[in-house]
């Protein structure tokens, strides 16, 4: 037995049909970070860290300076914030200046200012 194969023609072919717009392009959701009552933005414990360090190696006087970890508090201290500068590791190479110092302590004191810790806990890089 023999199939006969269909010939082609614009009779037999349709057209794509064109599929409906989906509307104006859809903004995906942006997470709000989640904060505090007092404005504060949560943060673990790596990524307070890693601003620190960043915003610390951003200041050339700081240069072997390093903020390796700390030990966090569950309770908030006279400003609310629920971490102290007292609660770092701080880790230097070399000698540093005072100076230095003093541009750490403007560093962790916009930290603070910006974030409390998501779950205080012993924390060493």
Same mark, same amino acid.
Do not use: K
């Given at each position: 037995?023999?199939?006969?194969?269909?010939? /082609?023609t614009?009779?037999?072919i349709?057209?794509?049909? @064109?599929?409906?717009?989906l509307?104006?392009? $859809?903004?995906? $959701?942006?997470?709000?970070?989640?904060?505090?009552v007092t404005? @504060?933005?949560?943060?673990?414990?790596?990524k307070?860290?890693?601003f620190?360090?960043?915003?610390?190696?951003? #200041?050339p006087?700081?240069a072997?300076?390093k903020?390796?970890g700390g030990?966090?508090?569950?309770?908030?201290?006279?400003?609310?914030?629920n971490?102290?500068?007292?609660?770092?590791?701080?880790? $230097?190479?070399g000698? /540093?200046?005072?100076?230095?110092?003093?541009e750490? #302590?403007k560093v /962790?004191?916009?930290a603070?200012? @910006?974030?409390? $810790?998501?779950?205080?806990?012993?924390y060493?890089?």
């Open positions: 037995m023999i199939i006969p194969v269909p010939t /082609i614009s009779r037999n349709r057209p794509r049909r @064109r599929t409906a717009s509307g104006p392009a $859809v903004e995906p $959701v942006q997470e709000q970070p989640e904060t505090t404005g @504060r933005e949560i943060v673990s414990t790596a307070l860290l890693a620190i360090n960043h915003e610390v190696q951003a #200041r006087e700081c072997g300076m903020v390796r030990v966090w508090s569950l309770d908030p201290y006279a400003d609310e914030c971490w102290s500068e007292t609660s770092l590791v701080v880790q $230097v190479a000698v /540093i200046s005072a100076g230095a110092f003093e750490l #302590r /962790i004191g916009l603070r200012e @910006r974030y409390d $810790v998501l779950a205080p806990e012993a060493l890089l």
